[in-house]
């Protein structure tokens, strides 16, 4: 609902706060909010409607005395139970109850906050993982596009797989990591997102256990949460998840699948070593323990490539691999890739024609073409140069202005830097403070509850002379909130 699109009139010789009490009505009547829901708190709508908050206190006291609104304890101002009254005779389904019946758990608060935010216009996205509109190929894109509109042979559904071509050009693509993969072996997906998805459906039951790295990207997400499942996250040091600790954890949880995120991990940036990755290998290979490799950062490499992955060393078909186009190429484009046994990719392919019918014919068939052409590896090896001075302005603004209160690793690649406050530091405050301020930062505590004094910062969204303005004013804010 704090999806707001619309502004009162300041022309109008109608007062702005009976603009706002008409709006307001119109969205009820209309039943897009309907009983119970709950409206954005006053600050939000002041923002949104760009007026003073005593302007949005005004109309909200209007509705409230007419019956539209009403205030609950703990839960705000909602939709009154009553309002129906006021302007129909048949009183409407109660949308929320379906809402909150809904088998699929949503976003946490804050995530939902930074996903709205995202989108604010002039905002400066100091916390967003994906590449920024100046390293998305616009112009290679209209090229590949217009070159693929000549192959299209079809405009229809593709293979429950994928497109044929696109699969082959991925099983040449990791070819020279190491893994050998048959087109067979390899699921055409929406987005490496989706592959997890279809996971959490296609192949665990309720009640299994996913071991992960602590903290971790997918803790942010409920995917497996709402299949039933619970993530019990491992601790990490630099080399990346302690494998020394596998089995005892495997020994507490029974674990059905371990998730693990090695080459610049999302939130930490931290680099699994070649050492530690065979160690993980073994390990799970002993206790038949199958492993979601999410190498979604891997061609992101800014000093030195990346070790093999997991799934080059795999002998034995335990590992799920997972690649994507969306880090390095463009997140709209939607395509990434699970490689497998032929099996598991059989019945989760089934899976997805359940759910889309299979991933868009358009941009499987622009995959396939910027894999052939040689012109991705172009535009990776590009985009490293970009990222590489990024990084460095990223990392001249934070010795600048956060070296007394904050402590943090430079990565060797991906997108993310692990931010930890030395000092006490109210993070929600800071978080509203700075969006306030058109700053949008993501708190640590969402990839791990714990982790209530670190940020997840990226430099690879916003532009070199944004990261330096935007952490200059975001150490201004954090030293008036230190403890």
């Not at 048949?90 to 929320?96: A, L």
């Not at 090229?143 to 299209?152: A, T």
Request: with cysteine; charged share 20%; aromatic share 8%.
């Amino acid at each position: 609902m704090a999806q707001l699109d619309w502004k009162p009139d300041k022309a109008s010789p109608v007062p702005l706060y009976r603009q706002i009490a008409a709006y307001v009505k119109e969205k009820i009547a209309s039943t897009e909010w309907p009983v119970n829901s709950k409206i954005p708190p006053q600050r939000t709508l002041a923002r949104a409607f760009e007026v003073n908050r005593s302007t949005v206190v005004t109309a909200l006291e209007e509705l409230t005395a007419e019956g539209f609104l009403e205030g609950r304890s703990g839960s705000g101002t909602v939709v009154a139970n009553s309002s129906w009254t006021t302007l129909t005779a048949v009183p409407p389904p109660d949308w929320n109850a379906y809402v909150n019946a809904g088998i699929h758990k949503p976003n946490l608060p804050t995530i939902q906050e930074i996903n709205k935010a995202e989108f604010h216009p002039g905002v400066i996205r100091l916390g967003t993982g994906e590449l920024g509109p100046e390293l998305q190929p616009r112009e290679w894109m209209r090229e590949v596009l217009g070159r693929v509109s000549g192959k299209l042979e079809s405009l229809g559904y593709e293979q429950p797989k994928g497109l044929p071509a696109l699969r082959e050009q991925i099983s040449l693509h990791v070819k020279p990591l190491g893994i050998e993969a048959s087109p067979s072996a390899v699921l055409v997906v929406s987005g490496a997102l989706q592959a997890l998805q279809l996971i959490s459906l296609g192949i665990l039951h309720r009640g299994s256990s996913i071991l992960l790295e602590k903290p971790s990207y997918l803790s942010s997400l409920h995917l497996f949460q709402s299949a039933g499942m619970r993530l019990v996250g491992m601790p990490m040091d630099g080399q990346g998840l302690i494998t020394s600790r596998l089995q005892a954890y495997l020994g507490q949880h029974q674990a059905a699948m371990l998730y693990t995120i090695p080459s610049f991990h999302n939130p930490t940036g931290i680099l699994m070593t070649a050492q530690r990755r065979q160690e993980l290998l073994k390990v799970c290979e002993a206790e038949r323990l199958p492993i979601v490799e999410d190498d979604v950062y891997r061609e992101l490499w800014l000093d030195t490539p990346a070790p093999p992955p997991l799934k080059a060393a795999d002998k034995s078909g335990l590992v799920l691999y997972l690649g994507s186009m969306s880090k390095t190429l463009s997140p709209g484009l939607r395509i990434g890739w699970l490689i497998g046994p032929e099996p598991v990719i059989e019945r989760l392919a089934d899976i997805k024609m359940q759910t889309d019918y299979g991933s868009s014919s358009l941009s499987q068939w622009a995959a396939a073409e910027w894999l052939a052409s040689g012109r991705y590896q172009e535009h990776i090896a590009w985009v490293r140069g970009q990222l590489k001075k990024r990084r460095e302005a990223a990392k001249l603004a934070l010795d600048a202005h956060f070296s007394d209160m904050a402590a943090w690793s430079m990565p060797s690649g991906g997108f993310y830097i692990w931010l930890r406050f030395t000092v006490g530091m109210p993070i929600r405050k800071l978080f509203e403070r700075a969006l306030e301020a058109g700053i949008l930062i993501n708190p640590g505590s969402v990839y791990d509850q714990g982790a209530t004094q670190y940020l997840r910062l990226s430099y690879s969204y916003a532009a070199p002379d944004e990261l330096h303005s935007g952490l200059s004013r975001l150490a201004e804010i954090a030293r008036t909130l230190a403890e």
